[in-house]
T-cell receptor, first 111, second 117 residues
Framework: SQKIEQNSEALNIQEGKTATLTCNYTNYSPAYLQWYRQDPGRGPVFLLLIRENEKEKRKERLKVTFDTTLKQSLFHITASQPADSATYLCAFSGGYQKVTFGTGTKLQVIP | EPEVTQTPSHQVTQMGQEVILRCVPISNHLYFYWYRQILGQKVEFLVSFYNNEISEKSEIFDDQFSVERPDGSNFTLKIRSTKLEDSAMYFC???????????????FGPGTRLTVL
């Protein structure tokens, strides 16, 4: 069966450091891999999308890599701030179809 | 900035009752979705809707569920006879159709917390 795996343990990181979150998948050939942010009691907020033929995508302090050989995506937040504390969701979709989410990794940035 | 809105924010109902969850998607969007998230679990797709019909639905979306776009602005999810396991956060999402792109991001609403007693 198709699986999207994210580290279920919370990631605690010191303010100013780079946070790196991992997303692994099996039995998938996603056209689009996305990262969302979700705050408690709120809906997911789209952050970045990377296509299967792209290796890396950047947006401000965010960077996403996509390795289709390893079946892995890494999500980096540089110069992390306490306001970056949230749960980050890895997700797949194909075009305008449904988005399939991973379970998310909770990030806590410590001042 | 335009956003997806949902009402009510919290709905409490008795098992077996019908509930209607309401969403107002972003005005120029053409694709609409419902997702749910049981407490502590992942966000799960329920149904997508385009051109006034369901384009895809998940196994969760059985005969107890229905969706409707009754007018030009609202998008509703109806659960006919609620069960305890329907208790979850329900998110509406919408996306626009950009002919220059094969993908457009989905914008999610704040959710409706449904509690079935």
């Amino acid at each position: 069966s198709q699986k999207i795996e994210q580290n279920s343990e919370a990631l605690n990181i010191q303010e100013g450091k780079t946070a790196t979150l991992t997303c692994n998948y099996t039995n998938y050939s996603p056209a689009y891999l996305q990262w969302y942010r979700q705050d408690p009691g709120r809906g997911p907020v789209f952050l970045l999308l990377i296509r299967e033929n792209e290796k890396e995508k950047r947006k401000e302090r965010l960077k996403v890599t996509f390795d289709t050989t390893l079946k892995q995506s890494l999500f980096h937040i540089t110069a992390s701030q306490p306001a970056d504390s949230a749960t980050y969701l890895c997700a797949f979709s194909g075009g305008y179809q449904k988005v399939t989410f991973g379970t998310g990794t909770k990030l806590q940035v410590i001042p | 900035e335009p956003e997806v809105t949902q009402t009510p924010s919290h709905q409490v109902t008795q098992m077996g009752q019908e509930v209607i969850l309401r969403c107002v998607p972003i005005s120029n969007h053409l694709y609409f979705y419902w997702y749910r998230q049981i407490l502590g679990q992942k966000v799960e797709f329920l149904v997508s809707f385009y051109n006034n019909e369901i384009s895809e639905k998940s196994e969760i979306f059985d005969d107890q569920f229905s969706v409707e776009r009754p007018d030009g602005s609202n998008f509703t999810l109806k659960i006919r006879s609620t069960k305890l396991e329907d208790s979850a956060m329900y998110f509406c999402a919408s996306s626009r159709r950009d002919p220059m792109s094969s993908y457009n991001e989905q914008f999610f609403g704040p959710g409706t917390r449904l509690t079935v007693l």
